[in-house]
């Protein structure tokens, strides 16, 4: 796997697969985070008189509806790389003007998902090198993640090469005390992250809904599981303390998964107490998950985390040791 560094760009179009897929309401983007992570290789890329061609999806839509649309996000781009984007509807490479096109969401075409080796075909015509800049879809075998790179020169962007770097760090050379903190929900996709986590962390800490899903009895010694919840929406205050327990003497924290419904102010008390602990502790810490990033935005804090996973089920299948589509398409396994 080669980053972008190393591709001959100068004066070439660039597909480059994001991932814009953030929250909107009434039109309106209620967190950026994804779209500002990648900024840097955006930069670049300009920098480096290259045109581009942006590839992004937008929630689960069934046909082209307009609520997914992408225009929201055009606008933000343009306000954040001061040029003009041009949003485009259809895949034919003689439409594209200026330096920047946003396509349209890619799941408005069925060969996205099917991984349609004509969609990606397509897809690769709307440039000449491609740029993978979504390690939060690696873990999706879809035709702008795995496709598109088999028809051009492929490189990973570099947001995504330093948190391949971060996770890979994590799970190889942590600094200990190491302790991962996973809640949420899914127990289907997160009960193989704990148990793999648990053999490379000293303490692996369960809250959220997985603390009624898990059988502790069947896990490793070295997982606790949150002991009392307020209505079951949240960690009660005895979970809190020993939680706490543990974050305090940490060196490295990794953390995937609200510890309750952070939305409603009356359960976000487990989150918030975790999320201070965590900054006040001094430790190297990684957050990673939409629905954790978004906790830590309104409780003021995402500044304070040492670095940001866009990743969600990615970031938990990489670091359960998973083969994620994504990377093998650019090489990382090879």
Known sequence: MESVTKAPIIGKRVVVRCDFNVPIKEGNIQDDTRIKSSLQTLNYLLDKKANLTLLSHLGRPKGKEKPLSLKPVSKRLEELLGEAVQLLDKLDSTLLKGKITLLENLRFWQGEEENSEDFAKQLSTMGEIYVNEAFSVCHRPDASIVGAPKFLPSFAGLNLMREIEELHKLLKYPQRPFI???GGAKIETKLSVIENLARVA???????????????????KNVIVAIDNIETKDIGPKSVEKFQSYINRASTIVWNGPMGV???DKYINGTREVAMSMVKSGSYTIVGGGDTISALNKLGLIEEIKFISTGGGAMLEFLAGKKLPGLKALGFYD
């Not at 692996?204 to 490793?220: N, Q, R, Y």
């Open 202 to 220: 000293d303490q692996v800490l369960v809250g959220g809904k997985l603390m009624f899903e898990v059988d502790e009895h069947h896990l490793p």
């Open 262 to 264: 952070f939305e409603d």
């Open 180 to 182: 991962a903190i996973i």
